[in-house]
Every structure is written in structure tokens, then in C-alpha cells.
């Protein structure tokens, strides 16, 4: 590919969440900055309220600026609440405990710009018997969801820090291997090489995040999975990758993400860069 046409290519941060309260006095400006710097987003919702404002910000631009629905594990029960995601006082954005209702989230799958569902899965790191079977339950019905419209799915997977509690990654791959009919992408994965074997042979696909270009634990995952299984997130407005550390973060920073995985893997900034436009694009089909 010719130098014109790899400037060209955008870099995509395939979660991130502007549409959480940390942007409210800024929202415009943040997603200003990335598309300036060729940098497309995809906001990520939790629940039906985060969901919504996703689509409703997704709409507002032409180009760039995606929307993925579904129901964080979290927030299956009522006992959450970040004020960067749900404000501080604001009730109307509580998390209130939310069972997956497909109704809701079919009208919200007729936009557009809607090109998955999630931020769904299992969150084993705070757990009760109670809530398991509710995440187990929320997982269930959005991957029949996902099936349904055949959208992929955007998964969030959390292992618990007790050993004696089965890892998240293996449950949810014995769910998916059983019920899911969609791609899926694992978004800020943590897991071992064994659990990455088992999730590549599911056909999974994995994103990463800042903490990578801070944290070296990272860096065996990312030379292990193949480069078209691999994109790349900002999570924002957690984690903020250096040399940005302390600020918020947000989406035009996941060029630093993208720098960082290429000198882990051992490739140009442009071939990486290019290999996840491909990535993206195969797996969301947005062309």
C-alpha cells in the first residue's frame, strides 16, 4: 500500500465510552479532537441509558463516531455506580439492576450506526451466587440477541482474584462455544495463554487497551495472537495509556495504543495500523 493511502486509514478505537458522564461539559470537543487526528470511535453502553445516548451521539455524526447496545455483567445487579460513567447525583443514571429486555434493545438495533452488541459477559472480580446467575442470565439472552439481529459481540470478561473460583474467560468460552452464532471480541483481555488458545480456537478476537504501554504483563498476549485477531481500545475514560498517565483518557489517545503494539509485535506503525483497519472492518462489516 502506498504512503497516501496508509494516512488514509484511520485508526479506530473499538471501545470507548464519551458517552459516559466524564464528557458531559466537553463531549464535543473529545470527539473533535479524535476525528482531526483520523481517529474513528465506537461508544460502548452498559445499560439502556448509556446504550441510548451511544446511538444518540452516534447519529450525530456522518462519519467516525459508532454506537455498540447491550447490558454491562455490573450492572445485572443493583449495586454499582462510578460517577465517571453514571454522573454524580444523577439518579436518572443509577444503575438500578437491569434484566436484558431484547424489546428495548431491538429498537435501538435499527440505527445505523449500531455494529454491536455489548459491553456483555461475565464479571467474576466482585461476585455472589445471586449475581452470577444473573450476569449468566443477561449473557445468555444478549448472545441469543446478537444472533438474532447477527451482530457481533462486544465482550467483557473479568476473572475473580480467588483462585478457587473457575476462571471468567473459561466459563464464558463454554457459553459461547454452546449459544453464540456472531463473532465476538474480547475487550481489555487479561487472560492467560491457555485461556487465549482456547478463545482463538472459538475464532475470538482481542482488544487492548493503554495499560499496555505501562504494564509488561501484557506484552507475551500481545506477540502470542495473531495480527488479524488483534485490535485496539482506549476503554476510555479509564486507563490512560502514557505518556498521558494521571489525565483523562480518551479516544485519540488509542494512537499510543496502536504504537505500542506494534513495537510489541515487532512490526511498523503502519502495517499495524493497517492490519486493524482490516480487522475492524471484517469483523463490525462496516463497509
Not at 97 to 117: I, M, N, S, W
Not at 125 to 138: A, D, G, M
Request: aromatic share 10%; charged share 30%; with cysteine.
Amino acid at each position: 500500500m502506498i504512503e497516501n493511502e496508509i494516512e488514509n486509514i484511520p485508526f479506530v478505537d473499538i471501545h470507548t465510552h464519551v458517552n459516559f458522564s466524564a464528557y458531559d461539559s466537553d463531549r464535543k470537543e473529545v470527539i473533535d479532537r479524535a476525528l482531526s487526528q483520523n481517529v474513528y470511535m465506537m461508544n460502548v453502553g452498559t445499560q439502556q441509558d448509556t446504550s441510548k445516548r451511544a446511538v444518540e451521539i452516534a447519529e450525530e455524526y456522518e462519519k467516525g463516531v459508532y454506537a455498540i447496545i447491550g447490558v454491562h455483567p455490573i450492572h445485572s445487579d443493583a449495586c454499582f455506580h462510578d460517577t465517571q460513567e453514571l454522573g454524580e447525583g444523577n439518579k436518572e443514571f443509577m444503575s438500578r439492576g437491569e434484566e436484558f429486555d431484547p424489546t428495548v434493545y431491538k429498537e435501538l438495533a435499527q440505527h445505523k450506526k449500531v455494529v454491536a452488541v455489548g459491553e456483555c459477559g461475565l464479571d467474576y472480580y466482585h461476585l455472589s451466587p445471586e449475581q452470577k446467575e444473573k450476569q449468566t442470565k443477561n449473557f445468555l439472552a444478549q448472545i441469543t440477541f446478537a444472533n438474532e439481529i447477527q451482530k457481533p459481540l462486544m465482550l467483557h470478561i473479568r476473572k475473580s482474584d480467588d483462585s478457587t473460583i473457575r476462571s471468567a474467560y473459561l466459563d464464558a468460552a463454554d457459553i459461547l462455544k454452546a449459544e453464540s452464532e456472531v463473532p465476538f471480541n474480547v475487550h481489555f483481555f487479561a487472560g492467560t495463554i491457555e485461556e487465549t488458545k482456547i478463545l482463538l480456537d472459538l475464532g475470538a478476537t482481542f482488544s487492548f487497551t493503554g495499560v499496555i504501554t505501562f504494564a509488561k504483563q501484557y506484552e507475551e498476549l500481545i506477540r502470542y495472537i495473531p495480527i488479524d485477531r488483534m485490535m485496539s481500545e482506549t476503554d476510555a475514560p479509564y486507563v490512560t495509556p502514557a505518556p498521558f498517565r494521571g489525565k483523562r483518557n480518551e479516544p485519540v489517545h488509542v494512537i499510543e495504543v496502536v504504537k505500542k503494539m506494534a513495537e510489541i509485535k515487532g512490526v511498523s506503525e503502519d502495517v499495524m495500523k493497517e492490519n486493524i483497519w482490516q480487522n475492524v472492518n471484517n469483523f463490525f462489516d462496516l463497509r
